[in-house]
């Protein structure tokens, strides 16, 4: 079992960043891919970034490619996704999850999940 707790998340203008925070507790975090999903009012849940459990490779959604930026600390066993340039459409709440296979983009084959933080961005 792990468990994930996200932190991080608030109410920010557009333009503004905020970076969220996943620590990571339970058996071997480290073994793990970690990634950020995210869903929206109304809307099915959507991949936003993945790393890989070295930190190596990560990927991101094209809605937030160079805008967003993954990293993880194995030390601290804790995930970050500092989100910059933020939009109104960037509004959702967001989860941490942990998967053994290798930088999987789909939620079902992610296993373990956070409870989730909501980010909303103002216009």
């Known amino acids: 079992q792990v468990q994930l707790v996200e932190s991080g998340g608030g109410l920010v203008q557009a333009g503004g960043s905020l970076r969220l925070s996943c620590a990571a507790s339970?058996?071997?975090?480290?073994?793990?891919?970690m990634a950020w999903f995210r869903q929206a009012p109304g809307k099915e849940r959507e991949f936003v970034s993945a790393?890989?459990?070295?930190?190596?490779?990560?990927n991101y959604a094209d809605s937030v490619k160079g805008r967003f930026t993954i990293a993880r600390d194995n030390v601290k066993n804790t995930v970050y996704v500092q989100m910059d340039s933020l939009k109104p459409a960037d509004t959702a709440v967001y989860y941490c999850a942990a998967a053994i296979a290798y930088m999987p983009t789909t939620s079902r084959e992610y296993t373990y999940w956070g409870q989730g933080t909501q980010v909303t961005v103002s216009s």
């Open positions: 339970g058996r071997t975090p480290g073994l793990y891919t």
């Open positions: 790393i890989s459990r070295s930190g190596g490779s990560t």
